[in-house]
């Protein structure tokens, strides 16, 4: 069975079998129980649970192999309840002297696992003076599982366990210095050296050794062990005098020696990264890393530079990635530069599976320690050149927002990507950096020969042919560039790019197509080109994504954790070199913002998306392809929406309006529109605000108000009694919208949160208002929202109804008969049952009702009722003051009078249950299309303006364009 | 603590393997595999550490050695020393040496529950128990004793009428 468990195959038979064999009175029987029970169930398994007396049995029985049996079965599968019921037992052969090592030292593992899985079974007070009694141990094997105990137990709480302290010291003294052991505990002459090691491991576990006297004779038995070891022949013999040595090297570091120890160490290491032996080469290349991060030593470990950087040509790859490791931790400014240049070099030969780190490294060092920012620059023009594919493209983001940000950087870069493009094979990467660089800053290098713009053009269109499509748009807009930037302009260049221009304009590709076909309009501006294809503005400086791409890949060990504290502590360094700049970032956003807004109201999950995507930016340090297309298109799109709308739209409309100010507006100050100066400034809402509220206490999203200036959408998710909306408000002009302000007036049975409103809404730039809604009890009162801004000279107020209605706060339920009819009995009338017979009720079918009640979140009751004309409804209401309340509604209609029924209403609140009459009567009275305005906020019904001519700027550029 | 022993020859059959923590049977197949797809690419003469973090997740080291046609495979976390582990392989190898006189992959095959027994020996529940060859064959032949004075039946043939007798 075991044998085919191994080989793989899934084992699900003979398990009730095998825990039976347990139970056996034969040893063999009894040991092939053990055995496949042990292999083959887990610790949760239920059939273990019947074993547990069996191995209770065979543990505290006299039977010594039996007791072995049991006790390596709990100390390789025992769960919790192994732990509840048999660590008394354990404990006591554990320190009970009449049994033999052989068993007790079962016991001392048997007991740790049992501690792993449920740490209460060790008493703690009791226990530490047991334990250093343990320690006292004669035999060796004892000693050693009891040292594992140890280990566990001090790193769980070392506080218990100082006493054990010094004796720790004591056994690591009797067996470096004394070798004072049995001869077969002695491998290769060594003695023992597993218990050396798992000593100082549990000294290491103790944050300090305090006592003087201790810590004197442990530095010594360290000194012994640190000088006493020398590389030899026998292979095993030296792996088992290096793991002591090792070991010991660890605790030196954890005690944080005296300097002296410390640079012996390192000598130490300096030379084992030097021996033949591949093994000791390897840890000593890790532990000189672990190093770094202990102390300062960097100037000692530099050294040996050389050695480590011939170990990146080990033909081990375990070696060369712990060699590239150290060659990272060790890198500063002094030597970064041979470093980086050595990482470029072992690029070209470097085996596949490390390019990609050794890249990443590289360019890393390279941000970090670049002493100038040409030289950086270099790097990674090389680093792409050497290795293209495992350049990621955050590296190259990188390089091109360090050449926007510095302007003395911009021709060098430019001249070196012009040198890259005259290779005749490059990599995608490459002709995407260069195309950038080139089309942003080819003018700067004008005079210099081979770089007059066709020259570059030709050099870069080259290239065209050989890229996939995520790099066209890249040439394109260089091609643009380049274009604007021939000044006087050469027809003879500008046909052959509007060529290409219109080749691509049928192109199958969005991005592709779209920009072809807006840089063809463009360029045929002529001199307004200049304006709209201006440079780059600067990045705002953030945190490189690279440094942060490597924090993530770290693996959160204690050490790396260190590694991490420096490489934020150069980051921080880093950054400072072009922190001037950083000022200069901030026009960005809203050349983002600027495109998020034209998709207008419908398109809500775009803009968050485009939200996300914009903040995604904020964080990390690249340009993501989108980005800077989306800035392209701000700046095209800027300019346009300046000639259109104020010419076309906005002064056009004042006239509309104008013609429309006879339209009854209600003198009451709920209104709608309180227009602050009388003239034909004031505002007209477009489309019905009533329509839009009453869809919106159906929906969760839609736009609440839109004005020629101003667009609020709304977006609410709603959980039990709390509601979460967002207010989107959209600028829609070209200039931005000043003090604006939004107060909530909420009635007193909602409590409603209004984070902070900007005053002001930048120009096409959309805003969002989180709104946290909670409902305290019933009422059909609606909350609103005054909300008011200044658009040029005139003032503009709306008092707007907010959809954090009854039926949001009710959630649908379905009622079997079993549950309804007695509830329905249960209330039995006023105030929580309540029946009218409303008439002039607009007709409907029962269909278009039951559809209704959906709508609003009550649940059709499907065959509740007998009488096919009768609709019963259930739902549930959430709210703070009262528990979540089962409403039961009932609808009688007359099949011969449809514009009568009779309602029924019960629930286990008197007020729930009126307004929820009242609710329903209203919805099926005025619902939809003559609204009777409830009673609060009387909003007037205000005419649309004319919606065909301005509903959409989005529409207005369309047709522009 | 020690997570894992495997024993694989050289044409990637597993031969004896022990999980530390429990696995489903997929879980430990892929890992063998994934083991030995990385360990048969490693030339002679290299060392004998591997980072495995990929395969048996963060914080996992392993170290194997090579004898004959068997890859012998330990894998642990940080708190076990390198070398150590080596050098417990070694003593593993050389307690199975003493036990069946040069071992081969076939006295492994053919004494599947010796082999566990002495596995049983030297680690428990994922810590070393003891590390003197000579203790470790004591405590083995004792169990052989044992196995025989209860004098008996061996296991196979009583399987075997357990299944006539069905």
Sequence with gaps: ?961 | MIKAVLVINTQGKPRLTKFYGFLTVEKQQELIRSVFGVLCSRAEKVSNFMEVDSIFGPDSRLVYKHYATLYFIFVFDSSENELAMLDLIQVFVETLDKCFRNVCELDIVFNYNKLHSILDEIISGGQVLETSSTEIMRAVEEISKSESASNSISIVPKTVSGWRSR
């Excluded at chain 1, 300096?270 to 032996?277: H, M, N, S, W």
């Design chain 1, 1 to 961: 069975m075991l044998y085919i468990f191994m080989l793989g195959y899934d084992v699900d038979f003979g398990h009730m079998e095998a825990v039976s064999l347990i139970s056996a009175p034969k040893y063999p029987e009894k040991q092939v129980g053990y055995i496949v029970t042990s292999s083959l169930l887990n610790e949760n398994h239920d059939f273990l649970r019947l074993a547990i007396n069996t191995v209770r049995n065979d543990i505290i029985g006299r039977n010594e192999t039996f007791q072995c049996l049991a006790l390596t079965m709990v100390g390789n599968i025992g769960g919790r309840e192994f732990a509840e019921s048999l660590a008394p037992d354990v404990q006591k052969l554990l320190i009970s002297s009449s049994c033999r090592p052989l068993v007790r030292k079962k016991a001392a593992l048997c007991l740790l696992r049992l501690f792993r899985k449920n740490p209460d079974v060790v008493n703690v007070d009791g226990w530490s003076d047991r334990m250093a009694q343990l320690l006292d141990e004669r035999d060796l094997g004892v000693l050693t599982s009891s040292m594992s105990l140890l280990v566990a137990l001090v790193s769980n709480n070392h506080e218990a366990y100082w006493s054990c302290l010094p004796k720790c010291v004591k056994t690591l003294e009797r067996l470096a210095r004394n070798q004072d052991i049995p001869q077969e505990y002695t491998y290769y002459g060594i003695p023992s050296p597993w218990l050396q090691v798992k000593t100082m491991r549990a000294l290491q576990y103790f944050p300090t050794v305090e006592d003087p006297n201790t810590r004197r004779s442990l530095f010594e038995v360290l000194q012994r062990i640190l000088m006493g070891t020398d590389v030899v022949k026998n292979v095993n013999k030296n792996n088992a005098s290096h793991a002591v040595l090792f070991e010991a090297l660890a605790l030196v570091m954890h005690l944080d020696a005296e300097n002296e120890m410390m640079s012996q160490c390192v000598a130490l290491l300096g030379k084992f990264i030097a021996v033949r032996e591949p093994n000791i080469r390897y840890l000593g290349l890790e532990n000189m890393t672990r190093m770094l991060m202990v102390t300062d030593v960097h100037d000692i470990i530099k050294r040996h530079q050389a050695q480590i950087i011939t170990s990146l040509k080990d033909p081990d790859i375990s070696i060369r990635r712990r060699a590239l490791d150290l060659l990272y931790g060790m890198c500063d400014v002094s030597n970064a530069k041979d470093i980086v240049e050595e990482l470029l070099q072992y690029l070209s030969t470097a085996d596949f599976a490390m390019r990609e780190e050794l890249s990443l490294k590289a360019a890393i060092l390279a941000e970090k320690f670049a002493p100038d920012l040409s030289w950086y620059v270099d790097v990674i023009l090389q680093l792409i050149d050497k290795a293209g594919d495992f350049v990621s493209d955050d590296i190259w983001f990188r390089v091109v927002q360090f050449v926007t940000n510095n302007e003395d950087l911009q021709p060098y870069a430019a001249a070196k990507a012009r040198e890259y493009l005259d290779k005749p094979a490059i990599h995608e990467t490459m002709v995407k950096v260069s195309a950038y660089l080139l089309g942003e800053y080819s003018h700067l290098l004008a005079r210099r020969p081979g770089c007059s713009p066709k020259e570059i053009f030709s050099a870069i269109h080259e290239k065209l042919p050989t890229v996939s499509t995520t790099t066209i748009p890249i040439l394109l807009s260089t091609y643009a560039k380049i274009l604007m930037h021939t000044q006087p302009p050469d027809p003879e260049l500008q046909k052959h790019v509007w060529a290409i221009f219109s080749k691509y304009e049928s192109c199958i590709d969005v991005e592709i197509q779209q920009r072809a076909i807006e840089y063809f309009a463009l360029s045929s501006k002529g001199a307004a080109l200049m304006d709209i294809l201006a440079e780059m503005p600067k990045f705002p400086e953030r945190q490189s994504a690279l440094i942060k791409k490597a924090e993530v890949a770290e693996v959160d060990t204690a050490e790396q954790s260190a590694i991490k504290l420096r490489a934020q502590q150069h980051m921080t360094n880093a950054l400072v070199v072009t922190d001037q700049h950083s000022l200069n970032g901030t026009p960005q956003s809203v050349g983002q913002l600027s495109l998020v807004k034209i998709p207008s109201i419908s398109g809500d999950e775009h803009t968050s998306a485009d939200q996300e995507l914009s903040q995604a930016n904020g964080t990390l340090a690249t340009v993501d392809p989108q980005p800077p297309s989306a800035d392209l298109l701000g700046d095209l799109l800027g300019p346009l929406a300046i000639e259109g709308l104020p010419g076309a739209a906005v002064l056009s409309e004042p006239n509309a309006v104008s013609g429309l100010e006879g339209v009854p507006i209600p003198a009451d100050d709920a209104a709608a529109i309180v227009p602050v100066e009388k003239d034909t400034n004031s505002v007209q809402p477009i489309g019905n605000i009533n329509e839009r509220f009453y869809a919106l206490c159906l929906k969760d999203s839609g736009v609440l108000y839109e004005d020629p200036n101003i667009q609020i959408g709304i977006k609410a998710e709603w959980r039990t009694q709390h509601g979460r909306l967002v207010l989107f408000l959209g600028n829609k002009n070209t200039f931005p919208l000043l003090s604006v302000q939004a107060l909530i007036l909420p009635p007193v049975h909602l409590k409603i949160e209004l984070s902070l409103v900007p005053e002001t809404i930048p120009p096409r730039a959309q805003v969002q208002c989180p709104l946290e809604v909670m409902n305290l009890h019933p009422s059909r009162d609606v909350a609103v929202l005054d909300f008011s801004y200044k658009c040029g000279t005139s003032m503009a107020n709306v008092k707007l109804r907010l959809p954090a209605v009854l039926n949001k706060f009710l959630q649908p339920i379905t009622v079997s008969a079993e549950e309804f009819f007695p509830k329905w009995r249960s209330l039995s009338g006023p105030p929580l049952k309540l029946q009218e017979v409303v008439r002039g009720v607009r007709s409907l079918s029962l269909i278009d009702m039951a559809n209704i009640f959906t709508s609003f979140q009550l649940t059709v009751c499907q065959g509740l009722d007998p009488n096919p004309n009768n609709l019963i409804a259930s739902t549930t209401f959430y709210s703070e003051t009262i528990r979540p309340m089962l409403c039961l509604i009932r609808i009688e209609t007359d099949p011969t009078d449809r514009t009568q029924l009779r309602i029924t209403v019960a629930s286990g609140d008197p007020t729930l249950t009126f307004e929820l009459m009242e609710f329903i009567k209203e919805q099926l009275v005025g619902f939809p299309t003559a609204p009777r305005p409830p009673a609060p906020p009387a909003a007037p019904v205000a005419q649309p303006t004319n919606p065909a001519a301005l509903t959409d700027p989005g529409d207005l550029l369309a047709g522009l364009l």
